[in-house]
């Protein structure tokens, strides 16, 4: 069974910091991963996604992910955090075999203080 | 625009009473999903469906029903069986497994 876990619900940046967003995944088959970002009483939208491409995904709005097979993670940043990006983001899993669906970890909201 | 369109935004319904939220898509995806949001739970699946006329239990589906008899609508009727309906309810489609999901703008159910 797959899971997915977002450590900290939320997480408080100032403008221009780095964002580091955790995401630690359950998987018993090679996984698809995703990023999703969510802004409030809206839909989900897509930011990045690995597929056993590259380790490194680079997304929308200068965001990037890298999968690290060892450490089960994949860990989203951006080096300079601005108003814009405070939202909820989600940590997606989908298992590489068979039909499997997405499955979310809950949500990390950021916070952007000037 | 390709896109998923879900309305209402947003709905009102009596305790006892059953409702349908609607999910239509353009984008010629084979599969469409239903999901569940409340604060702090994340997303769960409540429905979904790979083609016209089929579809599967999630993990979550008490309460609930679907039908699919076009590929572009897949919509949910929130029966009065379901014991806390009030959520943000998303639709979402695929192109084929393990793609990225679209998604629509979400449909707010207050029970009142």
């Known amino acids: 069974a797959q899971s997915v876990t977002q450590l900290g619900s939320h997480v408080s940046v100032s403008e221009g910091a780095l964002v580091l967003l955790r995401c630690n995944y359950s998987?018993?088959?090679?996984?698809?991963l995703f990023w999703y970002v969510q802004y409030p009483n809206q839909g989900l939208q897509l930011l990045l996604k690995y597929t056993s491409a590259a380790t490194l995904v680079k997304g929308i709005n200068g965001f990037e992910a890298e999968f690290k097979k060892s450490e089960t993670s994949f860990h989203l940043t951006k080096p300079s955090a601005h108003m814009s990006d405070a939202a909820e983001y989600f940590c997606?899993?989908?298992?590489?075999?068979?039909?499997?669906?997405?499955?979310f970890g809950k949500g990390t909201m950021l916070l952007v203080s000037p | 625009d390709g896109g998923i369109t879900q309305s209402p935004k947003y709905l009102f319904r009596k305790e006892g009473q059953n409702v349908t939220l609607s999910c239509e898509q353009n984008l010629n995806h084979d599969a469409m999903y239903w999901y569940r949001q409340d604060p702090g739970q994340g997303l769960r699946l409540i429905y979904y469906s790979q083609i016209v006329n089929d579809f599967q239990k999630g993990d979550i589906a008490e309460g609930y029903s679907v039908s699919r008899e076009k590929k572009e609508s897949f919509p949910l009727t929130v029966t009065s069986a379901q014991k806390n309906p009030t959520a943000f309810y998303l639709c979402?489609?695929?192109?084929?497994?393990?793609?990225?999901?679209?998604f629509g703008q979400g449909t707010r159910l207050t029970v009142v």
């Open positions: 979402a489609s695929t192109r084929t497994k393990h793609t990225e999901a679209f």
């Open positions: 997606a899993v989908s298992e590489a075999s068979g039909y499997s669906t997405l499955t």
């Open positions: 998987s018993s088959v090679p996984p698809y």
